[in-house]
C-alpha cells in the first residue's frame, strides 16, 4: 500500500497568486493511496525540505509529490531531501504548477482544478514508481583531442599538464589549424607564428600528449568514460621515428611547381613536402598524387638522399585503437567558397565579386598570407595577378555573412577585427597606399577591440564606406569596385589594384559526417551544437564529449582559447572520478517478450541496444534478445515507442506509470 | 457476371512445378543440405492444400504446387519456429510475394540467410476467395494479388523452379479499389472504415496468419497496463486495427493472408496497400524488395517528407 506524501509549494505568490494552494493540498490529501498533505510557503527553503522529511518519518511516506516548480529547477533538491529522510531518491516526484499551470493562466478557479489534476496524475505515477539504484560505470582517464588548431592544443595541454594522457588527432601533415596561417593578430598585433610556434612545440613534444598527424578518426565506440577510438593513420610514406627532418628530401624533389595549399596556392611546394617551415611534426609527407615513382614507378630520389632511410613508398595506411573517457572536438572552420555555389549547398556563390575569376580578388585568408613574413611573397603585399604592390585596396566584409537571402544568416563575427587589422598592416607596409572598406556595421565587442578598429580609422588612414558593392568587374589591370555609399547617399566607384573579400566563416566541410560518428548535434549550419546556449556552452548533448573552437561557431582566438581551456576543465572534472554516476533512467528490456526484431536497435540515437543471447543449460542458443547497456543509454525512450509488443521500457516512465496517468486524467 | 474466363495455365505447369520441387527436395535431404523443407501437400478435399514440413527425403512425393497453394509459408518460419523449425537449415517454397516477407523477416533479424534454403517458384497466381477447391485458375478465379503482381518471377531465390507461361494483362482491380478509397474525404474514409471494423469479431485471425506478427506477447494481450480493449467493441475494434496498420506499415509484404483468415470478411489488404501507398510517396519505400538493415519508421533521413507535421 502506498503512502504518499504531497506538499504544495506556494512559491512565494508564484503559484499562490493564481492557484488556490490550500484548496489543492485539501484535494490532494484524500485521494487514495495520499497519507498525507500539506501547503507551504517555499518548499525549497531549509523549512520547507524540513518539513518533507519530518513528515516522511511522522507518516511513513512511501513516495513524495511536490507540487511546485519544474523539475529541471529543484527536482534534484527534492529527491536529495527525500534520500536524507531515508526514501529512495526517485520515489520523490515533482508536479509543475507553476510554468506550466500558475504562470500560463489567469482564472483562479480554473488554474486550481487543473493545479489539483497535475497532482493527481503525479500521484498516480508515484505509487507506481520503483525503487531505482544509481547506475556505476568506470571512467578511462584518458582524453582524445579532434583537431590541432589553437583549441584542440590548448585543450591537449591543459590536460596533459594536469597529469592525463591525450591522444591529439589532425587531419593535416601539421597541427597549427589556421592560426597558424595568419601573419599577425588583432587586437594587439602580435605575431601569430611567434605566439603559435612554441605551442605546437610543447604539445608535440608533451610526454603526456601522443600526437597523430596526418590522421583521422575512423569510428568511434562506447560512451562517456568508456569511449574506444579506431584513428586511420594516412599512408605517409615516410618513417615518423627515422625521419630527422632534415628536408633533403625536398630539396631533391623534382617536382617542385605544385601550389601550396597552405599558402592558399600562391606559393610552390615539391610532391614530398611539410605545409610550411615551422610544421610540426616536421617530418614530410608524399603527395601521392603529384610524387612520380607514384605516378610512373620512376623517380625515388628523396629516398636516395634520405640519409637515416626514412622514406617508405609501400607505407599502407594504419587503424589503431586507443581507449579514452573523455573526448574534446576541435576541428575548426572553413572559409565560405564564393565563387560558385557549393554542390548540394543551400547556400548560394558570389560570382558576382568575381572571386575564382578575376585574380586580383583574393579572400581574407589570402591576404594574412601575403602579410606574413613568412608567406609566399616575404611579408610583402604583392597581387597574385603581375606581383605589383597594390596602391588601392578595397576590402569588403560581410561576404556571404548576415546575408540571408544567400543561405548564411549568422555574423561571422572575426570579420570587422580582421580587415580593420588588415588596413594597418597594409598601411604599415605601403606608405602610400590607400585601403578602403565597404561595410554593414562595424561590430568591435570585445576586449580592447573597439580601440583598435577606431585607431584604423583615426590612426591608420582607412577610408571606411557603409554600404555594399554590387558588381566588381576586371577594366584593364584594374578591378573596378561598384557600390554605394549609404550614409551619403551616392553611389560610388573605385578603381582598385586587389580586392579583398572577408568571406564567411563555415564549419569544416565533413563536420557533419564526423558529428555522426561522435553521435554528437550539429545546427543547420553544421555548425556542432552545445548542450545549452548560456548554461553548458562547452558541453555536447552527447555525455563525455566536449567542444572548443570555431566548430561550434565563429570564433577569435581569445575565444577559442577560453573555450579549450573550459572543455578541459570539464574533462579533468570527470577524470577527478574513478567511478561516474548517473541517473538510472535507462531503458530495461524484457527478455521474456522480447523477439529480437532490433526494432529498438535501429532507432536508439545512443547506440545503447545490444544483441544478447539466451541459452540453455547445454549452451544452446535459445534466442537472441536486446539488451540495453545502462552506461550508453540516455533514457530518451525512443526505443519504448517504437518497439511493437512493448517489451522495452524506461525506468520512472514505464507504460504503467505512464498509463495509469493518462488514465487519472 | 456471364463472362468466358480463359485457363491460365495447364496442368503441365503446375505438374512441372511440382516435380521439381520434388527433385529438389529429394537431393536436399538426402544429401543433408537441409534438416527439412516447409512446403504444400494436397488437402482431403481434391484441390485444396495443406501447409507441411518434410523431413524425410522419402515423403518428397507429399509435396505439391497447385492453384490452391495460397498460403505464406514464411509463417513457419517464424511464430511456430519453437515447434516446428527443427534444428540446421530449412528449406521453404516460396512464391513472389512469400519472398517479401522472407526479405523483410532477415532485414528484422528473425531469419539468417545461411539458414534458409529459399525454393521460388515463378508462379501464375494462385485462385482467390471465392474460387471453389474443383476449379481451375482462370481469369475469373485468380487472386485479386495476383492480377497486379510484380514478382512473379522470384529474386534472390537458390533456386527457382517453373516458367512463367505468356499471362493475359488483368484489368486492375486493386489499383481501383484503392483509387475509389483515396478519392473519399477524410469523413467518408473514416466512416468506411469504421462500419468495416465494427463487424471485427476480434478472433485475431489475421494477427496469427501474419508472418510479420511474430510477437512473443502481442500489444493487445498485455494487461499491466492494458493496451486496448480486448472485446470486440467500436472503440477497441478501431485502436486494433490501427494499431495493426502502424506496425504492419513498412513491413507488410501484400501476402493478403490477413484478409483470406478473416472470417468478417474485412478489406484488411486495402488497408495495408494504402499504408504501403504512404510509405512510397513519403519515403519512396517500398517493403520486401530487398532485406534491408532500416525500414521507412526506424530511420530517420534529413531529406525525409516531413509536411505531415503539422
Ligand atoms: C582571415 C582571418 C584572420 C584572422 N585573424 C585573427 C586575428 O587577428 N585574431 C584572432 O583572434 N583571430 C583571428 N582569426 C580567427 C582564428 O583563425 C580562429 O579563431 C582560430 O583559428 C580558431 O581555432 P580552432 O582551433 O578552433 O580552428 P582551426 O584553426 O580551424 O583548427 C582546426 C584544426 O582541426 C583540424 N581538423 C579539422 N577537421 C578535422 C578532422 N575531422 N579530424 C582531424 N583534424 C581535423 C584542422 O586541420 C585544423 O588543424 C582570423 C581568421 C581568419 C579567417
Ligand atoms: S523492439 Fe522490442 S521486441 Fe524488438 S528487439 Fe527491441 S525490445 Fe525486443
Ligand atoms: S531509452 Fe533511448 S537511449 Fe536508451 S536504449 Fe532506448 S532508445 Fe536507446
Ligand atoms: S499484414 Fe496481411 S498481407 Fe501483410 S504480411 Fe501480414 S498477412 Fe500478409
Ligand atoms: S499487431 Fe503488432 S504487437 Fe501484435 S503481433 Fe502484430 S506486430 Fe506484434
Ligand atoms: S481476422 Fe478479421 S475478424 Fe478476426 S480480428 Fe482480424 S479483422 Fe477482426
Redesign the pocket.
Known amino acids: 500500500m502506498s503512502r504518499i506524501g504531497v506538499f504544495v509549494c506556494h512559491c512565494g505568490e508564484n503559484i499562490s497568486r493564481t492557484v488556490d494552494v490550500e484548496r489543492v493540498a485539501a484535494y490532494a490529501a484524500q485521494l487514495p493511496g495520499v497519507a498525507y498533505a500539506t501547503d507551504y510557503k517555499y518548499m525549497c527553503s531549509d523549512p520547507g525540505q524540513n518539513l518533507l522529511k519530518k513528515a516522511v518519518a511522522e507518516h511513513q511516506l512511501t513516495g513524495i509529490v511536490v507540487a511546485a516548480c519544474s523539475p529541471r529547477m529543484h527536482e534534484k533538491t527534492f529527491r536529495k531531501a527525500a534520500q536524507a529522510a531515508g526514501l529512495n531518491p526517485f520515489m520523490c516526484d515533482m508536479a509543475n504548477i507553476r510554468e506550466h499551470c500558475s504562470w500560463v493562466h489567469e482564472n483562479r478557479d480554473e488554474a486550481t482544478a487543473k493545479a489539483s489534476d497535475i497532482v493527481r496524475l503525479m500521484v498516480e505515477r508515484v505509487k507506481r514508481g520503483k525503487v531505482l539504484e544509481p547506475i556505476t560505470v568506470p571512467v578511462t582517464k584518458r582524453s582524445l583531442v579532434?583537431?590541432?588548431?589553437?583549441?584542440?592544443i590548448q585543450a591537449a595541454l591543459d590536460i596533459a599538464d594536469a597529469g592525463h594522457q591525450v591522444v591529439l588527432?589532425?587531419?593535416?601533415p601539421s597541427?597549427?589549424?589556421?592560426?597558424a596561417q595568419?601573419s599577425?593578430?588583432?587586437p594587439t598585433l602580435d605575431c601569430?607564428q611567434c605566439i603559435m610556434t612554441p605551442k605546437m612545440v610543447d604539445a608535440a613534444n608533451h610526454p603526456n600528449i601522443t600526437l597523430y598527424s596526418w590522421?583521422?578518426?575512423e569510428s568511434i565506440d562506447g560512451y562517456i568514460g568508456n569511449f574506444s577510438v579506431t584513428i586511420r593513420r594516412k599512408a605517409r610514406s615516410v618513417d615518423e621515428d627515422k625521419c630527422t627532418g632534415c628536408g633533403v628530401c625536398m630539396a631533391k624533389c623534382p617536382q617542385k611547381k605544385i601550389p601550396n595549399v597552405f599558402d592558399r596556392n600562391l606559393g610552390l611546394r615539391t610532391a614530398i613536402y611539410v605545409p610550411f617551415p615551422q610544421a610540426v611534426p616536421n617530418t614530410p609527407v608524399i603527395d601521392r598524387e603529384h610524387c612520380l615513382k607514384f605516378k610512373t614507378g620512376k623517380c625515388g630520389l628523396c629516398a636516395k638522399a634520405c640519409g637515416p632511410q626514412a622514406i617508405d613508398f609501400e607505407q599502407q595506411d594504419q587503424l589503431v585503437t586507443e581507449p579514452v573517457g573523455a573526448i574534446v572536438v576541435?576541428?575548426?572552420?572553413d572559409?565560405y567558397s564564393i565563387d560558385r555555389k557549393p554542390e548540394g549547398s543551400s547556400i548560394e556563390g558570389y560570382g558576382e565579386f568575381g572571386y575564382g575569376t578575376i585574380p586580383d580578388v583574393i579572400d581574407?585568408?589570402t591576404?594574412?598570407r601575403l602579410a606574413s613574413a613568412s608567406g609566399p611573397t616575404g611579408g610583402k603585399i604583392l597581387r597574385p595577378s603581375d606581383g605589383k604592390e597594390p596602391k588601392q585596396v578595397v576590402f569588403i566584409q560581410c561576404v556571404g555573412s548576415r546575408a540571408r537571402e544567400k543561405g548564411i544568416s549568422y555574423c561571422s563575427k572575426?570579420c570587422c577585427?580582421?580587415t580593420a587589422?588588415h588596413t594597418m598592416l597594409y598601411h604599415h607596409k605601403v606608405h602610400d597606399g590607400r585601403a578602403y572598406v565597404f561595410y554593414m556595421d562595424a561590430r568591435t565587442p570585445g576586449k580592447c577591440y573597439d580601440e583598435f578598429w577606431r585607431r584604423a580609422v583615426e590612426e591608420e588612414e582607412a577610408v571606411y564606406i557603409r554600404g555594399m558593392v554590387s558588381r566588381l568587374y576586371q577594366r584593364g589591370d584594374k578591378v573596378v569596385v561598384m557600390g554605394s555609399d549609404t550614409l551619403v547617399g551616392v553611389q560610388v566607384e573605385i578603381e582598385a589594384d586587389l580586392v579583398v573579400l572577408a568571406t564567411a566563416?563555415q564549419a569544416?566541410p565533413?563536420a557533419d559526417s564526423?558529428a555522426q560518428k561522435l553521435g554528437i548535434s550539429y545546427d543547420k549550419y553544421n555548425f556542432y551544437s552545445e548542450a545549452h546556449a548560456k548554461l553548458r556552452p562547452v558541453e555536447c548533448a552527447t555525455a563525455g564529449i566536449y567542444l572548443?573552437?570555431?566548430?561550434q561557431g565563429p570564433?577569435?582566438?581569445?575565444?577559442?582559447v577560453s573555450q579549450a581551456s573550459a572543455a578541459a576543465a570539464k574533462v579533468m572534472t570527470l577524470f577527478a572520478k574513478d567511478q561516474l554516476e548517473r541517473e538510472p533512467i535507462v531503458a530495461r528490456v524484457n527478455e521474456r517478450n522480447c523477439v529480437g526484431c532490433f526494432a529498438c536497435r535501429k532507432v536508439c540515437p545512443y547506440g545503447a541496444i545490444e544483441e544478447k543471447e539466451i541459452r540453455d543449460r547445454q549452451g544452446n542458443l535459445i534466442r537472441t534478445v536486446a539488451h540495453v547497456n545502462p552506461g550508453v543509454c540516455g533514457g530518451c525512450g525512443t526505443c519504448q515507442a517504437t518497439c511493437p509488443s512493448k517489451s522495452v521500457e524506461l525506468d520512472g516512465y514505464t507504460d504503467e506509470q505512464i498509463v495509469a496517468m493518462i488514465e487519472a486524467l | 457476371m456471364q463472362q468466358n474466363h480463359t485457363q491460365l495455365a495447364d496442368d503441365s505447369y503446375f505438374a512441372a512445378v511440382t516435380n521439381a520441387i520434388r527433385t529438389e527436395t529429394t537431393k536436399l535431404l538426402s544429401e543433408g543440405t537441409v534438416a527439412a523443407v516447409i512446403g504444400y501437400q494436397a488437402g482431403t478435399r481434391a484441390g485444396t492444400v495443406i501447409p507441411t514440413i518434410i523431413t524425410d527425403a522419402a515423403k518428397a512425393g507429399d509435396l505439391v504446387f497447385s492453384p490452391g497453394c495460397v498460403n505464406n509459408l514464411a509463417l513457419y518460419l517464424t511464430k511456430a519456429k519453437k515447434e516446428v523449425r527443427p534444428a540446421g537449415k530449412v528449406a521453404i517454397i516460396a512464391k513472389g510475394c512469400d519472398m517479401r516477407a522472407l526479405a523483410g523477416l532477415l532485414g528484422e533479424s528473425q531469419l539468417k540467410r545461411e539458414e534458409l534454403h529459399i525454393i521460388g517458384v515463378a508462379c501464375v497466381g494462385v485462385k482467390g476467395a471465392g474460387a471453389g477447391s474443383g476449379e481451375a485458375l482462370t481469369t475469373g478465379t485468380i487472386a485479386r494479388k495476383c492480377r497486379e503482381c510484380t514478382v512473379r518471377a522470384p529474386e534472390g531465390a537458390d533456386v527457382v523452379v517453373g516458367a512463367v507461361p505468356p499471362l493475359p494483362e488483368f484489368s486492375p482491380v486493386e489499383a481501383e479499389e484503392l483509387a475509389r478509397l483515396e478519392a473519399m474525404t477524410p469523413a467518408e474514409r473514416w466512416a468506411f472504415w469504421k462500419g468495416h471494423f465494427s463487424r471485427c469479431i476480434r478472433c485475431m485471425a489475421c494477427r496469427q496468419v501474419c508472418p510479420f506478427c511474430y510477437c512473443e506477447q502481442c500489444l493487445c494481450d498485455r494487461n499491466r497496463p492494458q493496451a486496448l480493449e480486448t472485446t470486440p467493441r467500436p472503440a477497441g475494434n478501431m485502436a486494433w486495427h490501427i494499431v495493426r496498420a502502424m506496425h504492419l506499415a513498412g513491413r507488410c509484404a501484400g501476402c493478403t493472408e490477413c484478409e483470406r483468415a478473416c472470417p468478417m470478411d474485412i478489406p484488411l489488404n486495402l488497408l495495408n496497400r494504402k499504408m504501403a501507398r504512404e510509405l512510397k510517396t513519403l519515403y519512396d519505400f517500398e517493403a520486401g524488395l530487398v532485406p534491408v538493415e532500416k525500414g521507412p519508421l526506424t530511420e530517420y533521413r534529413e531529406e525525409d517528407d516531413q509536411s505531415f507535421i503539422k
Do not use: W
Not at chain 1, 579532434?146 to 584542440?152: M, P, Q, V
Not at chain 1, 576541435?330 to 572552420?333: H, I, K, L, P
Not at chain 1, 570564433?555 to 577559442?560: E, G, H, Q, S
Open positions: 579532434i583537431g590541432g588548431g589553437i583549441a584542440g588527432v589532425e587531419r593535416e597541427i597549427g589549424g589556421h592560426m595568419l599577425e593578430t588583432f601569430s590522421s583521422e578518426i576541435a576541428t575548426g572552420f572559409l581574407g585568408l591576404f594574412e572575426i577585427m580582421y587589422k566563416v569544416q565533413n564526423l572548443a573552437g570555431a566548430c570564433k577569435d582566438i581569445p575565444d577559442t
